[in-house]
Every structure is written in structure tokens, then in C-alpha cells.
């Protein structure tokens, strides 16, 4: 066949800029910019693994984010970008093959959009500011982006300018953000975003917080969060590791599970609810959490295997997976959850199991031996997730099993109504009798326990 003409394929800036920043929060894209800061600090202090027992020092680096009505920036000492890597890497919306940032060092970041993606999302006029030590000469510059601009552009020239600047104070990598978006407008005034973004950057950067990073949020320290787990006295928390290979590459893997805090009595609604948030499945790639208290299938739960319950609460699982391959770990582009095709999370999800099922386990005998229970849960130390005993699987207290009198329920209800139940539940492929079972302990725990 002839060629008669072309199709036009050109991309829109506009739209590309709104799909690219659609499907994030605000809160994760300053979590982006806040690993491109923890990745130009490590890289700068050798690529070390960060475990929970080692890693790099961080105790110099310090990164400042600060945010009002009008602005927002981020700032550290960590190094900073140098030229040839904003010329050739770091401002291209996506990885390129040649990118030699994308092997041989661990990092958080691997999509290479997380920069342009966070920024746009905040704010249309952006100044990126380095400066950096090359061949024991100072360097800077100042990369201006603006947006309304850029997008009105034509042509197939993406490109943004480099300027030279004045050199900063420490070397590192300053990004200051005006013409804020409606969106980050909104969130800086609301009087919950601050805290909730402090105790999310605890949380998800305990690894690297313990290992002496400073985060400050509008000038206020976070601290890391303190995870713990019951030691002694029967108690004897999973800690293991082992390493994936993925061809020639290796994926070292970190797994803990236990107790994190004892289950709470029926009558105790509101500490049920707030133990509850914190208890599930975590998984960590390079130090950074990107799923938290997961009490869904993208950990263990439902499908093959028992669905969470309130039961359960008290459990702790954490899994770390390292690699200087990015690319080879469980990472969606958001960070905030995992890639369930990965190889290495499908080859570690048999061994999440394997602690789960002891801790469902003892929830079900303890219910009719809970003296015996409380009195080695007393006796048990909170111990940091950082000094924990190695161990090759959890062990827990013996409990005895007292034989409760039981019953069955039938009756017939409309098979449409029961369907309706299940998606009620959030679960459309649930069977009659677990949908029956759950409208059982909904009533219950609604009409008796409370």
C-alpha cells in the first residue's frame, strides 16, 4: 500500500500535563519531591543499603518544606543536581534508556515524572535551584518553569531553560513553587493538612528518620514513628531476611511481624478503631513505606486466605525490599501502593502468610483463654523494630482452647437482596453463607457489643 499522508500524533501539553497530575494527591507529589532529595543525599554518600540495622548516615543531610496561602518550597543540603543531569535527565517525563541514574545506586525514585509531576500539581511558576561541588568547584543554576507559558507552546521543543544563579548556601537542591493551583491553595489553608503530612512523612521515612535524616515542616522536626513489637515472655517476633534474584540482579527482602499492641476489649469501640488503623500489612521499598496498614488483597487478606477482621487488630507486618535496581522493586508510579505483577512481592507473599496465620490463629484461642493471654502480654517488652532478636518465624504464647457451644442460622432470603448485601460489604464475589456471617457480626457488634 501507498503512503498518502500522516496522522497527527503530537501530544497536547495541556492535556498532558492534567493526566499526568490527575491521578496523585497533593500529598504524595511533596512526598516525590521529598525522595528527590533523600536520593541526591544518598547518592552522594555511596550507595549503602539501608536495612533495619544499617545504611547510609544522614545525620548531616536536612530537608525544609514550608508552605502558606501563596507559596511553597523545598529545600536540603544533600549535594544538590548538577548541570549535566538537568540538561540530559532529570526534566525529561520519563526515564530515558540511557539514564545512568537507573542502575548500580539505590534510590527511591524510578519513573523519572516525579519532579515534573509534583510540581505541576502545586503551583504554575517554578524555580529549580542547584548548586553543587564538581572537581572542587563550585557550580549553580537556576532551572525557571512556567507552566501557563510552557503549555501554550508549539511544537515538538519541550525543553526548559537553564539559567545561571548565585550559589546557594550549602550545596543541595531548592525548589520554590508561586501561582498556586486551587487545589494546593485549599490544602495549605486547611488546618489539618500540616499534621497529617508531618505524621505521613513519620511514618513513611521511619527507616531513614532513625538513620538521622532531618525533615522539617514549616519549621517544626519530625520525628520518626516509633514502631514496636511484643518481645519475651512467649513472644518472639518474625524477623528474617533473605535475598531475590532476578537474573543476575539481587533483591535483598526484610520480613517482621508480631505484636504490636494487644487487642483491644469489645467494650472498647474507640481505641478498637484507632489500634485498628495502625494494625495490617506494610511494605517498604528502599527505607520508604508505600503501603501502610494494608488490610486488603494487595497484602494477604481475602481471596485465598481469611479477610481482615477486627479480631485481628494488634497485628504488625512489615516487609523491606532493597535493591541499587529500582526497576525491581514492587513500585506503582504513586508510591502509595504496590505492583502486584512484581516478581519479587508474588514470590514473598507465601512467606506473609506464614506469620498472619499464626497471629488469626492465637486471636481465635485467645478469646477463650484471655488470662492466660493478658498475663504473657504484660509481661512482654515493647521492643523497637531496630533491636528486635533475629528469628526465623513468630512464635506466641500457648494458649487453651475451651470449647464454646455453637449454633447454625438458616433461612432464605432473596438472592438480589443478598447480591446488594455483598456489594454493600465491598466485596460483590462474597458467598451467601460469608455474606449471612457478616450481617451477623454487624448486628452484633452494633445491637450487643457496643
Given at each position: 500500500?501507498?503512503?498518502?499522508?500522516?496522522?497527527?500524533?503530537?501530544?497536547?501539553?495541556?492535556?498532558?500535563?492534567?493526566?499526568?497530575?490527575?491521578?496523585?494527591?497533593?500529598?504524595?507529589?511533596?512526598?516525590?519531591?521529598?525522595?528527590?532529595?533523600?536520593?541526591?543525599?544518598?547518592?552522594?554518600?555511596?550507595?549503602?543499603?539501608?536495612?533495619?540495622?544499617?545504611?547510609?548516615?544522614?545525620?548531616?543531610?536536612?530537608?525544609?518544606?514550608?508552605?502558606?496561602?501563596?507559596?511553597?518550597?523545598?529545600?536540603?543540603?544533600?549535594?544538590?543536581?548538577?548541570?549535566?543531569?538537568?540538561?540530559?535527565?532529570?526534566?525529561?517525563?520519563?526515564?530515558?534508556?540511557?539514564?545512568?541514574?537507573?542502575?548500580?545506586?539505590?534510590?527511591?525514585?524510578?519513573?523519572?515524572?516525579?519532579?515534573?509531576?509534583?510540581?505541576?500539581?502545586?503551583?504554575?511558576?517554578?524555580?529549580?535551584?542547584?548548586?553543587?561541588?564538581?572537581?572542587?568547584?563550585?557550580?549553580?543554576?537556576?532551572?525557571?518553569?512556567?507552566?501557563?507559558?510552557?503549555?501554550?507552546?508549539?511544537?515538538?521543543?519541550?525543553?526548559?531553560?537553564?539559567?545561571?544563579?548565585?550559589?546557594?548556601?550549602?550545596?543541595?537542591?531548592?525548589?520554590?513553587?508561586?501561582?498556586?493551583?486551587?487545589?494546593?491553595?485549599?490544602?495549605?489553608?486547611?488546618?489539618?493538612?500540616?499534621?497529617?503530612?508531618?505524621?505521613?512523612?513519620?511514618?513513611?521515612?521511619?527507616?531513614?528518620?532513625?538513620r538521622g535524616l532531618k525533615v522539617k515542616v514549616n519549621g517544626v522536626p519530625v520525628m520518626g514513628e516509633k514502631f514496636t513489637l511484643f518481645e519475651g515472655a512467649a513472644f518472639k517476633p518474625l524477623n528474617t531476611s533473605y535475598e531475590e534474584k532476578i537474573g543476575k540482579e539481587i533483591v535483598h527482602v526484610e520480613?517482621?511481624?508480631?505484636?504490636?499492641?494487644?487487642?483491644?476489649?469489645?467494650?472498647?469501640?474507640?481505641?478498637?478503631?484507632?489500634?485498628?488503623?495502625?494494625?495490617?500489612?506494610?511494605?517498604?521499598?528502599?527505607?520508604?513505606?508505600?503501603?501502610?496498614?494494608?488490610?486488603?488483597?494487595?497484602?494477604?487478606?481475602?481471596?485465598?486466605?481469611?479477610?481482615?477482621?477486627?479480631?485481628?487488630?494488634?497485628?504488625?507486618?512489615?516487609?523491606?525490599?532493597?535493591?541499587?535496581?529500582?526497576?525491581?522493586?514492587?513500585?506503582?508510579?504513586?508510591?502509595?501502593?504496590?505492583?502486584?505483577?512484581?516478581?519479587?512481592?508474588?514470590?514473598?507473599?507465601?512467606?506473609?502468610?506464614?506469620?498472619?496465620?499464626?497471629?488469626?490463629?492465637?486471636?481465635?484461642?485467645?478469646?477463650?483463654?484471655?488470662?492466660?493471654?493478658?498475663?504473657?502480654?504484660?509481661?512482654?517488652?515493647?521492643?523497637?523494630?531496630?533491636?528486635?532478636?533475629?528469628?526465623?518465624?513468630?512464635?506466641?504464647?500457648?494458649?487453651?482452647?475451651?470449647?464454646?457451644?455453637?449454633?447454625?442460622?438458616?433461612?432464605?432470603?432473596?438472592?438480589?437482596?443478598?447480591?446488594?448485601?455483598?456489594?454493600?460489604?465491598?466485596?460483590?464475589?462474597?458467598?451467601?453463607?460469608?455474606?449471612?456471617?457478616?450481617?451477623?457480626?454487624?448486628?452484633?457488634?452494633?445491637?450487643?457489643?457496643?
Amino acid at each position: 500500500m501507498v503512503e498518502i499522508s500522516k496522522a497527527d500524533a503530537t501530544a497536547s501539553r495541556a492535556f498532558f500535563v492534567r493526566m499526568l497530575t490527575r491521578d496523585i494527591s497533593l500529598e504524595d507529589c511533596i512526598l516525590d519531591l521529598l525522595d528527590n532529595s533523600v536520593d541526591s543525599a544518598w547518592k552522594n554518600l555511596g550507595a549503602k543499603r539501608l536495612s533495619l540495622t544499617s545504611g547510609p548516615d544522614f545525620s548531616k543531610v536536612s530537608i525544609d518544606i514550608d508552605f502558606d496561602v501563596d507559596s511553597f518550597s523545598i529545600r536540603d543540603n544533600g549535594g544538590g543536581m548538577t548541570l549535566v543531569s538537568a540538561e540530559k535527565y532529570a526534566f525529561t517525563f520519563g526515564r530515558k534508556d540511557e539514564d545512568p541514574e537507573d542502575t548500580g545506586e539505590f534510590s527511591i525514585g524510578v519513573y523519572g515524572i516525579g519532579l515534573k509531576r509534583a510540581v505541576f500539581k502545586i503551583g504554575t511558576n517554578i524555580w529549580v535551584h542547584s548548586t553543587y561541588t564538581q572537581s572542587g568547584k563550585r557550580n549553580s543554576f537556576v532551572v525557571p518553569i512556567d507552566v501557563n507559558s510552557w503549555v501554550k507552546q508549539k511544537g515538538n521543543n519541550w525543553d526548559f531553560p537553564i539559567e545561571s544563579s548565585g550559589h546557594m548556601d550549602n550545596d543541595g537542591l531548592s525548589i520554590e513553587v508561586t501561582g498556586l493551583t486551587d487545589l494546593a491553595r485549599a490544602s495549605f489553608q486547611d488546618p489539618e493538612f500540616e499534621p497529617r503530612l508531618r505524621a505521613t512523612v513519620a511514618r513513611d521515612y521511619a527507616l531513614h528518620l532513625h538513620r538521622g535524616l532531618k525533615v522539617k515542616v514549616n519549621g517544626v522536626p519530625v520525628m520518626g514513628e516509633k514502631f514496636t513489637l511484643f518481645e519475651g515472655a512467649a513472644f518472639k517476633p518474625l524477623n528474617t531476611s533473605y535475598e531475590e534474584k532476578i537474573g543476575k540482579e539481587i533483591v535483598h527482602v526484610e520480613i517482621i511481624s508480631g505484636l504490636a499492641f494487644p487487642p483491644p476489649e469489645d467494650n472498647e469501640p474507640n481505641d478498637r478503631g484507632e489500634r485498628e488503623s495502625k494494625s495490617g500489612w506494610y511494605v517498604a521499598c528502599n527505607g520508604r513505606i508505600v503501603m501502610a496498614a494494608d488490610k486488603s488483597v494487595l497484602s494477604v487478606w481475602g481471596d485465598d486466605f481469611p479477610a481482615w477482621h477486627p479480631q485481628y487488630t494488634g497485628f504488625f507486618g512489615l516487609i523491606i525490599f532493597t535493591s541499587d535496581r529500582t526497576d525491581l522493586l514492587p513500585l506503582t508510579t504513586t508510591k502509595r501502593s504496590v505492583d502486584l505483577s512484581s516478581v519479587v512481592y508474588r514470590r514473598a507473599r507465601p512467606k506473609m502468610k506464614e506469620p498472619t496465620r499464626s497471629w488469626i490463629n492465637y486471636t481465635n484461642v485467645r478469646k477463650t483463654d484471655q488470662g492466660t493471654a493478658k498475663l504473657a502480654e504484660q509481661e512482654a517488652k515493647q521492643t523497637s523494630i531496630f533491636s528486635l532478636t533475629r528469628s526465623g518465624s513468630v512464635s506466641l504464647p500457648v494458649l487453651t482452647r475451651t470449647r464454646v457451644k455453637d449454633t447454625s442460622i438458616q433461612f432464605r432470603m432473596l438472592t438480589v437482596r443478598v447480591k446488594s448485601l455483598a456489594k454493600g460489604f465491598g466485596d460483590v464475589t462474597l458467598s451467601n453463607s460469608e455474606v449471612g456471617r457478616k450481617a451477623f457480626e454487624y448486628a452484633y457488634e452494633d445491637l450487643v457489643e457496643e
